[in-house]
């Protein structure tokens, strides 16, 4: 008998996000373990459910009947484990501790939803990555919510959504320019040994740029500390400033016209926000059910 529902569940991410990779990083397991387990389930019932193609993957017949099964099923434990967690009092208070981005602008819009639909004593505080996963490894939170992956071994990162970084400038730019230009303009940008810079620099390359022939004239820590000093410098000197920065922090200043966004044709800047846990509370169901609500339940805009 089929009687490990997490089989299924990976069937099912494997075919909402259309690839095994992207599965595997929702769901926190190697893209091996998510292979096994399908494998495993076309075993057991002696035909093929996937079959694996260049630009995704496609169900079989047996895996379109599987899936109807599988929400069945997965429709039905959620309500009996919702019902679960109110039969068995725990009376643990839940700690997350958020970056910037998250916890300022996505986890407000969403925490009222999680504390209802799985578990209400949840408190959270904004932190950075680093010590959000600091937090984790010395016991004081439970999950953290980073803008970056910070290897450990200990640690089981989920991605939950991917956030753009737009191009903002203090002046107003044409709505596209030229990968060229980039280099006519004074930029600010984050310090190399953040995570977040790597994915900058991972974008000018694609654009097949050199980041040491731009006019940089400051590097800082944290993109709130980028958009302060680019709007001091705009106050006070002008100028032409050009950034990457999340389209959450500017939203207001984009509306108040106090900054703009330009765009390159072709290529977009995008980076990866994680649910973070100890792998050694892999098996504690409540860090487990709020993990997969908020990797899977939570609808939060970055736009």
Not at 127 to 144: F, M, R, V, W, Y
Not at 232 to 251: R, S
Not at 269 to 282: D, G, N, P, Q
Request: contains cysteine; charged residues 30%.
């Amino acid at each position: 008998m089929l009687s490990d529902f997490t089989k299924l569940q990976t069937f099912m991410v494997v075919v909402k996000e259309k690839s095994f990779s992207k599965a595997s990083s929702k769901l926190g397991i190697s893209q091996p373990a998510v292979t096994q387990q399908i494998k495993f389930i076309e075993q057991y019932f002696n035909t093929k459910v996937i079959n694996r193609k260049r630009n995704g993957i496609q169900l079989t017949r047996d895996g379109e009947n599987l899936l109807i099964v599988a929400q069945k099923i997965e429709k039905f434990i959620a309500l009996q484990q919702k019902e679960m967690m109110k039969t068995i009092k725990r009376d643990d208070r839940i700690k997350i501790m958020s970056s910037y981005t998250v916890g300022n602008f996505l986890l407000p819009k969403c925490i009222d939803e999680i504390k209802e639909e799985v578990y209400s004593n949840i408190d959270y505080s904004v932190n950075t990555s680093k010590e959000a996963i600091e937090g984790l490894l010395k016991g004081t939170c439970d999950l953290a919510l980073v803008e970056s992956m910070i290897n450990n071994d200990n640690i089981v990162y989920r991605e939950w959504v991917e956030d753009e970084l737009v191009l903002a400038s203090s002046s107003q730019l044409p709505r596209l320019i030229r990968r060229e230009d980039l280099y006519s303009h004074k930029w600010l940008i984050l310090t190399p040994s953040t995570q977040t810079s790597l994915v900058i620099q991972d974008y000018l390359e694609k654009l097949e740029l050199d980041k040491d022939k731009l006019n940089i004239i400051g590097e800082f820590d944290s993109f709130l500390e980028i958009k302060k000093n680019m709007l001091k410098m705009k106050e006070k000197n002008g100028g032409d400033l050009m950034t990457f920065l999340p389209y959450l922090h500017i939203k207001d200043e984009l509306q108040a016209r106090e900054l703009f966004t330009t765009k390159i044709r072709g290529l977009k800047c995008k980076r990866k926000l994680y649910v973070a846990s100890l792998k050694e509370r892999r098996n504690d169901a409540l860090i487990e059910n709020i993990s997969d609500y908020i990797v899977f339940n939570t609808k939060v805009a970055l736009h």
